[in-house]
T-cell receptor, first 114, second 112 residues
Framework: GAGVSQSPRYKVAKRGQDVALRCDPI?????LFWYQQALGQGPEFLTY????????KSGLPSDRFFAERPEGSVSTLKIQRTQQEDSAVYLC????????????FGPGTRLTVT | GESVGLHLPTLSVQEGDNSIINCAYS??????FIWYKQESGKGPQFIID?????DKRQGQRVTVLLNKTVKHLSLQIAATQPGDSAVYFC???????????FGAGTILRVKS
């Protein structure tokens, strides 16, 4: 079956532009997570959804970052007025349900802000 | 492709040897731990997990050891192969059903 997919795989944005990153989780997975991975570092948590409910957004670095999952499946991470420090790989993961379940990661979107 | 981890500690092993990758975790209350493998240009891939009520778990060619006393996790890979070359991250689940907190990562290089 299909895994987690993300699009676009690569995005170059000029500073100040808005971007939208898409995540298609594994079908039927209840939980969805967004992580940010800077070069040379491990992924860092951004936000978490259970179905359409955003239960934790404590990792979002500023109010320029916004995530949604309106129908409990596809999720979009939006970054407004991008800054150079936003350059990173944005990873999406999904898991079947809450609890000690394996999180399956997508390939990520590499965002470069110039 | 561009390396995932340019400034991470590196472990170099000869093909066929066993590898041991270590990780110190931060929260004594964490109750679930996972090892992930990440190849360049890809997302992290699940290797093996362990719950805090266990101290050892074995998979195919891999073993995870958990020492809660010193908050230490290790991943042992038997008969390391060139395809094992990647960055390895440990991760801990600090809240039930919630986010993972990742360690810094270790680069594993396998020499043929």
């Amino acid at each position: 079956g299909a895994g987690v997919s993300q699009s676009p795989r690569y995005k170059v944005a000029k500073r100040g532009q808005d971007v939208a990153l898409r995540c298609d989780p594994i079908s039927g997975h209840v939980s969805l997570f967004w992580y940010q991975q800077a070069l040379g570092q491990g992924p860092e948590f951004l936000t978490y959804f259970q179905n359409e409910a955003q239960l934790d957004k404590s990792g979002l670095p500023s109010d320029r970052f916004f995530a949604e999952r309106p129908e409990g499946s596809v999720s979009t991470l939006k970054i407004q007025r991008t800054q150079q420090e936003d350059s990173a790989v944005y990873l999406c993961a999904s898991s079947l349900n809450s609890g000690w379940n394996e999180q399956y990661f997508g390939p990520g979107t590499r965002l470069t802000v110039t | 492709g561009e390396s995932v981890g340019l400034h991470l500690p590196t472990l170099s092993v000869q093909e066929g040897d066993n590898s041991i990758i270590n990780c110190a975790y931060s929260n004594s209350a964490s109750d679930y731990f996972i090892w992930y493998k990440q190849e360049s240009g890809k997302g992290p891939q699940f290797i093996i997990d362990i719950r805090s009520n266990m101290d050892k778990r074995q998979g195919q060619r891999v073993t995870v050891l958990l020492n809660k006393t010193v908050k230490h996790l290790s991943l042992q890979i038997a008969a390391t192969q060139p395809g094992d070359s990647a960055v390895y991250f440990c991760a801990e689940n600090m809240e039930y059903g919630n986010k993972l907190v990742f360690g810094a990562g270790t680069i594993l290089r396998v020499k043929s």
